[in-house]
T-cell receptor, first 112, second 114 residues
Framework: TQLLEQSPQFLSIQEGENLTVYCNSS?????LQWYRQEPGEGPVLLVT?????EVKKLKRLTFQFGDARKDSSLHITAAQPGDTGLYLC????????????FGDGTTLTVKP | KAGVTQTPRYLIKTRGQQVTLSCSPI?????VSWYQQTPGQGLQFLFE???????NKGNFPGRFSGRQFSNSRSEMNVSTLELGDSALYLC?????????????FGPGTRLTVL
């Protein structure tokens, strides 16, 4: 059983469209991170959310942490081809710092 | 500040051989984690080292081992390689400040087992 479920697994959209990626779990996380990975490279940290209900914005990207700290979402406004990549959520379960669990990722393709 | 570095970037081995991968964390980071990434299994946690001690371990066979040195640099070793060990091996370092688990990844080592 995957601890962190991401959906959708694949997403292909046109430039300018909006999209939302979800990360869900039955476990409570002390913090949750979102990463973006390009082929052949390591994931790059985008954001960390720590407080339940927290919303963080990074230019056209909006990240939200669920009130119960069990789920998170990533919303991209007016997607651009440069947003193409694998988006991964990861979390550390409460009391287990140092061990992150990753979702399977969402592969996003933005067509010009 | 220099990022996480991994060597080598690419490696080709044959079944039964062993391999050692190296990782240098960001200066000041004492936690180093290793992951295996494959198209079918995603990113799987191997182990985490903190101050030269293995603190967390994933569900991998004993053929996968690692260590951390006093300067926080880490190595992982895979013995008796199998075809299924072909993957991108990622190292990540973390300062573990304020209880978050932000990790900074290296570019990875692409291992191909023939």
């Amino acid at each position: 059983t995957q601890l962190l479920e991401q959906s959708p697994q694949f997403l292909s959209i046109q430039e300018g469209e909006n999209l939302t990626v979800y990360c869900n779990s039955s476990s409570v996380f002390s913090s949750l991170q979102w990463y973006r990975q390009e082929p052949g490279e390591g994931p790059v940290l985008l954001v960390t959310v720590v407080t339940g209900g927290e919303v963080k914005k990074l230019k056209r990207l909006t990240f939200q942490f669920g009130d119960a700290r069990k789920d998170s979402s990533l919303h991209i406004t007016a997607a651009q081809p440069g947003d193409t990549g694998l988006y991964l959520c990861a979390g550390a379960i409460v009391g287990n710092a140092g061990k992150s669990t990753f979702g399977d990722g969402t592969t996003l393709t933005v067509k010009p | 500040k220099a990022g996480v570095t991994q060597t080598p970037r690419y490696l080709i081995k044959t079944r039964g051989q062993q391999v050692t991968l190296s990782c240098s964390p960001i200066s000041g980071h004492r936690s180093v984690s290793w992951y295996q990434q494959t198209p079918g299994q995603g990113l799987q946690f191997l182990f985490e080292y903190f101050s030269e001690t293995q603190r967390n371990k994933g569900n991998f066979p004993g053929r996968f081992s690692g260590r951390q040195f006093s300067n926080s640099r880490s190595e992982m070793n895979v013995s008796t390689l199998e075809l299924g060990d072909s993957a991108l091996y990622l190292c990540a370092s973390s300062s573990l400040r304020a209880g978050d688990n932000e990790q900074f990844f290296g570019p990875g080592t692409r291992l191909t087992v023939l």
